[in-house]
């Protein structure tokens, strides 16, 4: 019997073994496409069977020999479209080859033992050497074709990634740079091939070793990083991007790279630091508002507590602000507030707390206390200062202040009684007439003091 003869008679044996040994490759590729697959290695066998029952001449032997074919350059054959199918299964090129290679074992055992007992036929030398060269076309053919859809998909994904405006990359198990798109090229302001084997974002030291931290730690536990940086481009500017860092793991499960992506978030930022900025500081005076100093208020005494250190909070409260603003108008008013602030702030050291309340009610922080009488002092020191007139516009403005004093203690360590207490003393500052401050006391008895 001939070998084409054999081939097509034997052909669901042949097939069989052969899905066989390919369901080892990649079995879960393998199941979904197995029909399509099956069909392509059935076509490919009965090409090969109905090659060898024609007779060749010395040419086709000679082409052939060559890894030529005669095929329309247009037509795909069963093995462009095998090549094709295994990329996208997930085969790599090594595993489709495999499969050739065992095709060819399974024709040519299942021949030799169909032939065991008895004598092969005159053309059996020449029908194998034929077959082997039909084989080798099919893996060149399945190999070019393999190879095309591998560039193709390189290059419509590199295509998407350029015109991306967020950075992509790749990034080897020695932590240095394999691939950048065209984002990350743009802003490193270097072609590809000065990138492309540096340590990932070389050119920003600040941050490069936080960096090189977490891809060791993205390959060791083959878990996900999600992050954001900032980080200063070549031209000066700063600029925040978010973004993670993934494994890519081969067939085995080992990483074998890690992928990243960032997304340049600066506009977000800016626009949160500016949503910060107005839900915390007064628009007028830019002092932190009552949201803040509360904050600050809490935090302040948490850490007075653990040091054992008190801290002072001044109530401040403008006498004579109502009057100015109704005669000389709420612009005026308003820059009467700001000059007020900024004469407040010059009072008191850059660590402490001044912070507008609303109106013309303001408060003072003041940390770690260099003695007993430092808060007075302070307080001394605002009284004055707000008492010196005010240029507005073209008008002199007199105003004083009220200022209520009160200290931290192991008794008194809420926000609630702090603030209770300074009220209270400022309270008492007016009472006693204005322009002056008033320290409360434990014993609830206000010991008032004019600055002089």
Not at 63 to 73: V, Y
Not at 79 to 95: D, K, M, P, Q, V
Request: charged share 25%.
């Amino acid at each position: 019997m001939r070998l084409s003869s054999f081939i097509v008679e034997n052909i669901e044996t042949i097939l069989q073994e052969w899905e066989e040994f390919a369901a080892t490759l990649v079995p879960a590729a393998q199941k979904n496409n197995r029909v399509m697959l099956r069909d392509h290695a059935n076509k490919m066998l009965r090409t090969i069977a109905a090659d060898l029952a024609r007779p060749q001449t010395a040419h086709e032997q000679a082409e052939k020999s060559k890894g030529h074919d005669d095929l329309p350059a247009a037509q795909e054959t069963p093995a462009e479209a095998h090549g094709a199918e295994r990329l996208a299964s997930g085969f790599s090129l090594n595993e489709a080859m495999s499969e050739y290679r065992a095709l060819r074992a399974s024709v040519t055992r299942l021949w030799e033992e169909a032939h065991r007992n008895k004598p092969m036929p005159n053309t059996a030398f020449e029908d194998l050497i034929r077959f082997n060269e039909a084989i080798d076309q099919a893996i060149s053919e399945s190999v070019t074709s393999y190879s095309f859809e591998k560039e193709q998909q390189t290059r419509v994904f590199d295509t998407i990634l350029s015109s991306s405006p967020d950075l992509s990359f790749t990034v080897d198990l020695d932590g240095r740079l394999a691939y950048a798109n065209k984002a990350l090229i743009e802003l490193l302001g270097l072609p590809l091939d000065e990138i492309v084997g540096k340590h990932c974002f070389y050119l920003d030291r600040p941050t490069a070793a936080e960096l090189q931290r977490q891809i060791r730690r993205v390959i060791s536990t083959k878990v996900k990083f999600h992050g954001e940086m900032p980080y200063m481009a070549p031209s000066g500017q700063r600029r925040f991007y978010d973004y993670i860092f993934v494994p890519a793991l081969n067939q085995e499960g080992a990483v074998e790279a890690v992928a990243g992506t960032a997304r340049d978030i600066t506009k977000r930022k800016a626009a949160e630091e500016r949503n910060w900025q107005k839900a915390n500081y007064d628009i007028l005076t830019g002092l932190p508002n009552r949201r803040l100093f509360s904050d600050r208020l809490k935090q302040d005494l948490k850490h007075a507590g653990r040091i054992t250190t008190p801290i002072a909070l001044l109530f401040i409260d403008l006498d004579g602000f109502k009057e100015a603003n109704d005669k000389f108008g709420h612009d005026a008013g308003d820059t009467l507030l700001r000059l007020a602030a900024e004469r407040i702030r010059s009072c008191v050291r850059e660590t402490d707390t001044v912070a507008r309340l609303g109106g013309d009610e303001f408060t003072v922080i003041l940390q770690d206390l260099t003695g007993t009488g430092h808060a007075e002092i302070v307080a001394g020191k605002i009284v004055r200062a707000l008492g010196e007139p005010f240029p507005v516009v073209k008008e002199i403005i007199h105003i004083s202040a009220s200022i209520g004093v009160a200290l931290s203690s192991r008794d008194v360590s809420t926000p609630e009684h702090l603030i209770k207490n300074a009220d209270l003393a400022m309270y008492a500052a007016k009472s006693a007439g204005r322009n002056r401050f008033s320290s409360f006391s434990p014993n609830q008895e206000n010991v008032v003091g004019r600055a002089s």
